[in-house]
């Protein structure tokens, strides 16, 4: 870790609380199109699970919806992305002590965030936690053109940085896009174990890993 001149984080699952964040949303949806149900109870659960962890694309996520659920009146998939773009952004939430471990950071190191997504929804939700000033970087996967594992979006902020691989520190959730892809390009990591398990055959070896982000203020 002397080497280490910058730490970069990941956004949803790292520093967002992306669990929170889409179940406040899904919470909103359930009141705005089925408030003539007794209970919302499983459809949230459905949702949740159709949604694969912000991993699915929207427009298919809402088009199954549409079909599965028990609307009162179905509503077009424009709808629900109009629905979504404004209520998702303003349900972010900081991860526990997310603020905390950015200031202790910022104190010894520059900081980075690189995050797969569209501009609109994760800037806004960066806007919306308040903490777009906090990174002497930030690169997101729209306008980057490439996203997570490529390496290419880790080689930007290198560039931007005017540091080697090894200089940079990637903290993150997901084992392949975050772990692996820093890892490739030389990289060390700290994987954040939310709710990716472990896959089989990475290359990747963090070199350590966390269940709390808290967890940070001690090893960074």
């Not at 975050?178 to 490739?184: N, V």
Request: aromatic fraction near 10%; charge should be negative; include cysteine.
């Amino acid at each position: 870790m002397n080497a280490i001149k910058a730490v970069l984080f990941d956004l949803d699952n790292t520093l967002l609380d992306r669990t929170s964040t889409f179940g406040h949303f899904t919470r909103l949806l359930l009141n705005r199109y089925f408030n003539h149900l007794e209970s919302t109870n499983e459809l949230f659960d459905r949702i949740v699970e159709l949604d694969e962890d912000g991993y699915k694309d929207k427009n298919v996520l809402f088009a199954e919806l549409i079909e599965e659920l028990p609307w009162k009146s179905k509503p077009p998939v424009n709808e629900l992305m109009d629905f979504y773009r404004a209520e998702y952004v303003n349900s972010a939430v900081l991860m526990s002590h997310a603020s905390e471990v950015i200031a202790h950071a910022r104190t010894k190191y520059r900081t980075g965030l690189i995050t797969n997504g569209r501009n609109a929804i994760q800037y806004g939700k960066i806007d919306r936690l308040g903490i777009r000033d906090l990174f002497d970087l930030i690169i997101v996967s729209e306008e980057a053109g490439v996203k997570k594992p490529d390496p290419k979006i880790f080689e930007m902020a290198l560039d931007r940085l005017r540091l080697s691989s090894e200089q940079c520190l990637y903290v993150g959730d997901h084992p392949v896009n975050d772990m692996e892809g820093a890892a490739r390009i030389g990289m060390q990591t700290i994987w954040i174990k939310v709710n990716h398990p472990w896959k089989e055959g990475l290359t990747a070896s963090p070199v350590y890993t966390i269940d709390q982000l808290s967890e940070l203020l001690e090893l960074i």
